[in-house]
Nanobody
Framework: DVQLQASGGGLVQPGGSLRVSCAAS????????VDWFRQVPGKGSEWVST??????????NYRDSVKGRFTISMNNAQDTVYLQMNSLKAEDTALYYC?????RGQGTEVTVSS
């Protein structure tokens, strides 16, 4: 069974940090790109970041509002992708979920509040 499991969300104060993870089961990310999206209740989803293959390495991209604050990475086993989120703001509050190909994880809640 092919699945993605997101974890690591929680409540953090503005300016704080959090790392969310996206773990694959039943497959790996060896030849796949992985995207992080986020969804705010009552609003649509927005793309946050992508990690893709690039000439034997990995290429990363970010939406403008998180550049310099968020970092996407992948473990050596290429079965888990991380999103390190620093200098968090209230507007980063959302359900964060990952997608690889046609597989979507269930998401993990991130709340930034004092």
């Amino acid at each position: 069974d092919v699945q993605l499991q997101a974890s690591g969300g929680g409540l953090v104060q503005p300016g704080g940090s959090l790392r969310v993870s996206c773990a694959a089961s039943g497959f790996t990310f060896i030849n796949r790109a992985v995207d992080w999206f986020r969804q705010v209740p009552g609003k649509g989803s927005e793309w946050v970041s992508t990690i893709t293959k690039n000439n034997g390495g990995r290429l990363t991209n970010y939406r403008d509002s998180v550049k310099g604050r968020f970092t996407i990475s992948m473990n050596n086993a290429q079965d888990t992708v991380y999103l390190q989120m620093n200098s968090l703001k209230a507007e980063d509050t959302a359900l964060y979920y990952c997608i690889s190909g046609t597989t979507r994880g269930q998401g993990t809640e991130v709340t930034v509040s004092s």
